[in-house]
């Protein structure tokens, strides 16, 4: 097997494109030089047009899960009532995140593979007025499911005036996002996404309500004070060492979004959505999801009349190509195929034409090539990108 080959095809980290991986080998710079303030002063207007938001983009060292914990302890104070809206593992993780801080959390659940329903948080708020914040997640990475946050944002504005505040690691760069135009308050993403970096930045933007929130927040923070990136980002700098590699391969990778153009960029992962689709469903597999809730970024395949993990470990030790397995109940229940970032339909066809071996190699009976044939005609019909 060819050596340092691999087809990652998990729902971040995801692979890392070539002028990106140069970008980042750039000779380290002095964080206080007027060098990292000229690249800080860059890369905010193509943060913004991926964000859709007028606000400033903090960029902030850690995970996807330190920006989801920002966004928690900036806002709401010990004790406040707050609806997190769980439709998988990671809506799951914002409620616990909010425990930790020591909120009164209501949780609304809607079944895996099931995108939220805006009426029903909207009928929660106005029986709930005491509610301060909303936590939802963009694209339940879990599950495969596009939350409508757009129709979400409606809904709360119509009931309450609970911030919202949304988990977007998974979609960002990736899906339609207009954060001031729907109103979200929060938007988080993480730099191991569509964003097509390796982890360890997180980004983070804010609207005008949730800064006046958080200038009267009593939660105790330090590193997390989202004031204190506020106040740096408008003089071009951060409080903290900020991770400069991953900012060098931020303002290449933030290039190449550019030059695709953001429209190409969303209409390509939803080319490889429907690709994918339309493949499991020629090979007579399950999908967890429906059309309508399906995510451009990953999808979630039912592990019916085979073993998930077996299929897994095959597709790993025979062709090196990475599937996510399911996480927590849906644990050897579900597969999961990563479309998001540096990736192509003909990625795609790839992909599928080498699960269907690792399928035929776990006995199940498949037509060899029939997943492969339905996603080629959806390319040739969407318009090869
Ligand atoms: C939707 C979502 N939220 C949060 C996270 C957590 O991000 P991290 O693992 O970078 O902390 C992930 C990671 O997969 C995710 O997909």
Redesign the pocket.
């Given at each position: 097997m060819l050596v340092d080959y691999q087809l990652l095809r998990i729902?971040?980290p995801t692979p890392v494109p070539p002028s990106v991986e140069r970008a980042m080998l750039s000779p380290m710079i002095g964080h206080r030089n007027q060098e990292t303030k000229d690249l800080l002063r860059r890369l905010k207007p193509g943060l913004q047009k991926v964000f859709g938001t007028n606000e400033d983009v903090m960029l902030i060292a850690?995970?996807?899960?330190?920006?989801?914990e920002i966004a928690v302890c900036n806002t709401v104070n010990p004790g406040d009532e707050v609806l997190v809206i769980v439709t998988g593992s990671?809506g799951e993780?914002?409620a616990k995140i909010c425990e930790a801080y020591h909120l009164q959390v209501h949780r609304i659940r809607f079944p895996n593979g099931k995108a939220l329903q805006p009426k029903a948080i909207k009928t929660f708020l106005e029986t709930n007025p005491t509610i301060k914040a909303v936590f939802a997640?963009?694209?339940?990475?879990?599950t495969g499911v596009l939350n409508p946050i757009q129709d979400l944002a409606i809904q709360i504005k119509q009931a309450s005036d609970a911030l919202l505040i949304v988990?977007?690691?998974?979609?960002v760069g990736a899906v339609d996002t207009k954060m001031d135009d729907w109103g979200i308050d929060i938007l988080?993403t993480?730099s191991?996404?569509a964003f097509m970096l390796p982890?360890g930045l997180?980004l983070v933007a804010v609207s005008q309500k949730a800064w006046s929130h958080i200038y009267h927040n009593k939660q105790p923070r330090y590193y997390f004070d989202l004031r204190k990136y506020q106040q740096s980002l408008y003089h071009n700098t951060t409080p903290f060492t900020p991770p400069l590699s991953l900012l060098f391969g931020l303002e290449e990778s933030v290039r190449l979004i550019e030059k695709e153009g953001l429209f190409t960029v969303y209409k390509r992962h939803k080319i490889m959505k429907e690709m994918i689709r339309a493949a499991f469903t020629a090979l007579d597999l399950d999908l967890l999801t429906n059309d309508l809730d399906a995510s451009p970024t990953v999808t979630a395949v039912k592990a019916i009349d085979f073993s998930a993990e077996e299929l897994r470990k095959i597709a790993k030790k025979e062709f090196n190509l990475v599937l996510a397995g399911g996480q927590n109940e849906l644990k050897g229940e579900i597969f999961r195929v990563g479309h998001m970032g540096y990736c192509s339909p003909a990625d795609m066809l790839l992909t599928i034409s080498l699960i269907e071996i690792a399928l035929l190699r776990l006995g199940k009976q498949v037509e060899l090539g029939a997943g492969v044939r339905a996603a080629q005609l959806i390319w040739i019909q969407e318009g090869l990108v």
């Open positions: 729902p971040g850690g995970s996807g899960t330190a920006g989801l990671f993780r914002f997640t963009y694209c339940e990475t879990s988990d977007g690691v998974s979609c988080v993480g191991q996404k982890p997180t």
